[in-house]
């Protein structure tokens, strides 16, 4: 049995008035792919982003209840910028940022300090690797990113994640903006990388998540409605609302 | 039916006064090129054109005369340098501040200043350097204060409303998403304005610059009130000391030019005119360049 | 992949961000600070020395009366206007709604607006001494000046009318259209309309240029002051700026202290200048 690598504990969460998490209650379990589903709007992307502290950046936003990484409070006892390099972040639409290939890899850990150049190849080859593509861009490395395909891009998004050796990986949608193939390309690369992060997914799709991840949970208004291995909780939903979304009768 | 017919006609008549209109403006710069260089072109070549570009000696009124406006390129030349080493810093961190850092109750008082210094006219910062700036380079850095030194503070100011308010404009116009993937990665928000936000808007920036570098080429009024004004031998030509530019070279003598010394006034005028038209070559190039990608 | 140590750094980073910060505060306030301090120094030293004399009086050495000087800058204001304002609208117009978009002749005048835009002023000075006062025999007069600042306002005036009437919605057009309206009816009664605002604001930052301008001026309308003023357009009349200019760099013992107040009244009208321009975008923003 995996430890329990973050710890979601009677989270509530408001945008201004709008209460967006209702008291969610969750276990997250290391080295496993844990799937969020749900209609727009249900707060999965929410939750999501609570976990690396990206909600900070909005305004108005308020959050009570404790988010837990190893058994620190995200919080109260860690600085954001430690917590975005443990948790990283892979977002819906691919956003490289406009420089170099190298440069979009190298960013992150030249952010944390590092500065040997050699030390930086070897970094940015490395999460290139993992993420796929190196044998595709090693050389051009110094080409503009946005020249890149947009399944290209997400993978160097990927990659630019893995560049400041994260522990956990949260991807929000991170296909909706692709192709099926590169789609595929990603889910085979997910699964390739599961045994060394902890990766959690936010994903529209549900063929997908019964496809990639261990754990699903359902999202509706703001409540996580049941929480699941993904085969129990698409074969056999325990709540009657479970089953009417992944039936498709509603959402 | 007559009406429709009468229309029509109303409709082209219109039409090509609009486009008559349209083309006023290129006239109008046909006309300026023209006449520049009708007085402007003879003068060069009976003066010679190296003893013109090339030759520091500027003496108008000796025999033999001498029209060399090489101290006054240089002159002008350092003058934008300093309003630029000045202004650009300054300018774009307020345009920064404007667009990223800025509280949103006090924005609009501080886009409210920036135009009004774009709109106070060049006399009164003229004036103002003149009183203030010009003393206080005398006091605390030593010369007799008209000098490159103040210039440059002056057209630096100058140069400020242009800097900041393309710049900002184009690091506002900077996609959300940027910021988001550098956040994502553990960076602070100074590190993520100055590593990825503002670098993806250096188009922007570039051109605000040259607009900047063509506002204090072109500026007259205020750099002939603290400049000095002195034609300096090249070798003399130091920060405290007094310089004069291609466009106060105009200023201080057609009052009393006559003559192949007023035409070699106009000739300095074509000279800065070439300047502009160089920087406006540029600008074109960014555009299509930011375009293209 | 070996993590590499990010807590001993975290401070740094920390200190470098408070200083960026601190330099960026500082920068904003900085500007703000430069004006304010150019401001109070005109106007602190300039409100005191205005008096009736030297806003209504007879110009002579003791009341340097900056009379003639203002008449001299409204008669420019407006007749620069009179002419410039339906060119460039007229031009603009032409621009957005006749011509093909992306055809030669819009790639021209784009090219000649732009680089009108990017004269010096004493460049254009230098052409209007040529052209108008010496080829023309306008001699140094206020009709030299208008005719130089109107090309020079030009620029202003098409691209800020171009940008009003590029924004007014295309189902304006349609609807006008679709009534069987002919396109010129549509121009003049829906599309000019909807874009004035815009044009107005156009026409405001023009009338602050001409109001501040002196290179342009000062061998084209000259400096020669009326101990009365004229309309008389062939009378050479320094306008406010020029006044200024002349006040600031004359021997007179009150000279300076009569250039501080020509300079506050310049603030004055920059100020509401400003003020009205912002109040027309503000309105446009809200639409």
Known sequence: MNKDKIKIENVDLYYGEFQALKNVNMRIKENEITAFIGPSGCGKSTLLKSLNRMNDLIEGVKITGKILLDDVDIYKDMDPSILRKRVGMVFQKPNPFPMSIYENVAYGPKTHGVKSKSRLDEIVEQSLRSAAMWDEVKDRLKKSAL?????????????RAFSVNPEVILLDEPTSALDPISTMKIEDLLAEIRKNYTIIIVTHNMQQATRIS?????????????????????????????????????? | ?????????????????????????????????????????????????????????????????????????????????????????IGLMCAIFLAQFCPANIYNVLKSAVNLLAGIPSIIYGFFGMEIVVPFVREYFGGNGFSIMSASIILGIMILPTIISISESSIRAVPESYAEGSF?????????????????????????????????????????????????????????????????????????????????????????????????????????????? | MEAFKTEGNLKK?????????????????????????????????????????????????????????????????????????????????YLTEYAKRGSRAVKIIRLAVDTLAGIPSIVYGLFGMILFVNILGFRASILSGVCTISIMILPVIISTSEEAIKSVPDMYREGSLGLGATRLRTVF????????????????????????????????????????????????????????????????????DMAFATGAILIVIVFLVNFAAEKLANRIGRQ
């Open chain 2, 184 to 293: 994502g990665l553990g960076a602070t928000k100074e590190e993520t304005v100055f590593k990825v936000v503002v670098p993806a808007a250096k188009s922007g920036v570039l051109t605000s610059i040259i607009l900047g570098i063509g506002r204090a080429v072109g500026e007259t009024m205020a750099v002939v009130m603290v400049a000095g004004n002195s034609v300096m031998p090249l070798d003399k030509i130091e920060l405290l000391k007094p310089i004069r530019t291609m466009t106060t070279n105009i200023v201080t003598e057609m009052s009393y030019a006559s003559g192949l010394h007023e035409s070699s006034l106009i000739a300095t005028g074509v000279v800065l005119f070439v300047f502009v038209l160089i920087l406006n070559t540029a600008l074109s190039l960014i555009k299509s360049k930011s375009i293209r990608n």
């Open chain 3, 13 to 93: 980073r920390k200190i470098i961000s408070i200083v960026l910060k601190t330099a960026v505060w500082f920068c904003g306030i900085l500007t703000v600070g430069i004006l304010v301090y150019i401001l109070l120094f005109i106007l602190v030293r300039g409100i005191p020395n205005i008096n009736m004399e030297f806003l209504f009086g007879e110009y002579n050495s003791e009341t340097l009366s900056a009379l003639s000087s203002i008449v001299a800058t409204i008669e420019m204001i407006a007749i620069s206007l009179v002419i410039a304002v339906p060119i460039g609208v007229f031009c603009a117009i």
């Open chain 3, 189 to 256: 009664k829906i599309v000019l309309p909807a874009a004035m605002p815009g044009i107005l604001s156009g026409v405001i930052l023009a009338i602050g240029r001409i109001v501040g301008e002196t290179a342009a001026l000062i061998f084209t309308s000259g400096t020669n002051v009326m101990k009365n003023p004229t309309l008389n357009l062939h009378s050479s009349q320094r306008t406010l700026a020029i006044h200024m200019y002349m006040l600031a760099s004359e021997g007179l013992p009150h000279s300076k």
């Open chain 1, 147 to 159: 020249g890149l395909s947009g399944g290209q891009q997400q993978r160097l998004c990927i990659a």
């Open chain 1, 214 to 251: 261990d754990k699903t949970g359902f999202f509706l208004q703001g409540e996580v409605v049941e929480f699941d291995e993904t085969d129990k909780l698409f074969s056999m939903p325990k709540n009657k609302k479970t089953e009417d979304y992944i039936t498709g009768r509603f959402g």
């Open chain 2, 1 to 89: 039916m007559q009406n429709i017919s009468s229309n029509k006609t109303k409709e082209n008549v219109m039409q090509a006064v609009f486009f008559l209109s349209a083309s006023v403006s290129v006239i109008a710069l046909v006309a300026i090129c023209l006449f520049l260089l009708l007085r402007g072109i003879p003068a060069i070549a009976e003066i010679g054109f190296f003893k013109f570009i090339f030759n520091e000696k500027w003496a108008p009124v000796n025999t033999p005369a001498s029209y060399g406006i090489l101290s006054m390129i240089v002159g002008s030349v350092y003058v934008t340098a300093g309003a630029i080493i000045i202004g650009v810093p």
